[in-house]
Nanobody, 128 residues
Framework: QLQLVESGGGLVQPGGSLKLACVAS????????IAWFRQAPGKEREGVSC????????DYAGSVKGRFTISRDNAKNTVYLQMNNMRPEDTAVYYC?????????????????????WGQGTQVTVVS
């Protein structure tokens, strides 16, 4: 059974940093594309970043490009999202998702239903 577990969320001030982790079990993560999505209260779930199984250049939503970095450690079966220079608008529940296809062309308009497995989410709050 494919399972994803996120961790690393918390409370941070504007300009601060957090590093999220997504640990996979039940499957070998390196053969899957992994995406981070986020959902703020009252808003739809949106794609933030994606890293393909092919090793191609990761994709980022415009709102986080230059501030967030996605990476994978296949030995640990884990994908990370390093978030720097955070803003209040980054506040949301962050989810990781997996699928056995490549990342979509544009992650910020990715369809959540196109992803096979999801974690339970981790809350990120950016507040002064």
């Amino acid at each position: 059974q494919l399972q994803l577990v996120e961790s690393g969320g918390g409370l941070v001030q504007p300009g601060g940093s957090l590093k999220l982790a997504c640990v996979a079990s039940g499957f070998t993560l390196e053969y899957y594309s992994i995406a981070w999505f986020r959902q703020a209260p009252g808003k739809e779930r949106e794609g933030v970043s994606c890293i393909s199984s092919s090793g191609s250049v990761p994709d980022y939503a415009g709102s986080v490009k230059g501030r967030f970095t996605i990476s994978r450690d296949n030995a640990k079966n884990t994908v990370y999202l390093q978030m720097n220079n955070m803003r209040p608008e980054d506040t949301a529940v962050y989810y990781c998702a997996a699928r056995d296809q490549l990342c979509p062309w544009i992650i910020e308009v990715a369809t959540p239903t196109a992803w096979d497995s999801w974690g339970q989410g981790t809350q990120v709050t950016v507040v002064s």
